[in-house]
């Protein structure tokens, strides 16, 4: 298993948040993946506009999954609606 970060936008609004991020730890859970750490980094404004809003909730997974599992994850997070946007990456390593 590998580690990456996960980076989610969820709508501010609160049932929307809590509908979404249910649905991605639905999908995290059934790819096999395992959730170290969650950070909650708050509300931000968006530098643009996308899907007419200007502001997004923003929470940080740090994960342990294997690579084929990510493009799995990839797939579904499309389908999630209340799911803005999100970014999978591999932290760097320290030396």
């Known amino acids: 298993m590998r580690q990456y970060e996960l980076v989610a936008v969820f ?3 609160e049932d929307q948040h ?3 991020r ?3 730890l639905a999908d995290l859970s059934a790819a096999s993946v395992q959730v170290e750490k969650t950070d909650e980094m708050g509300d931000r404004d968006f ?3 996308i899907d007419k809003r200007r502001r997004g909730k923003y929470v940080l997974f740090t994960i342990n999954a294997e690579p084929q599992a990510v493009t799995t994850l990839d797939k579904a997070f499309k ?3 209340n799911l803005i946007r999100y970014l ?3 932290p760097e390593r320290r030396k």
């Open 18 to 20: 809590k509908a979404g």
């Open 47 to 49: 530098a643009y506009e």
């Open 88 to 90: 999978i990456v591999t």
């Open 79 to 81: 389908l999630n609606a």
């Open 22 to 24: 249910e649905k991605l």
């Open 11 to 13: 709508p501010i609004e």
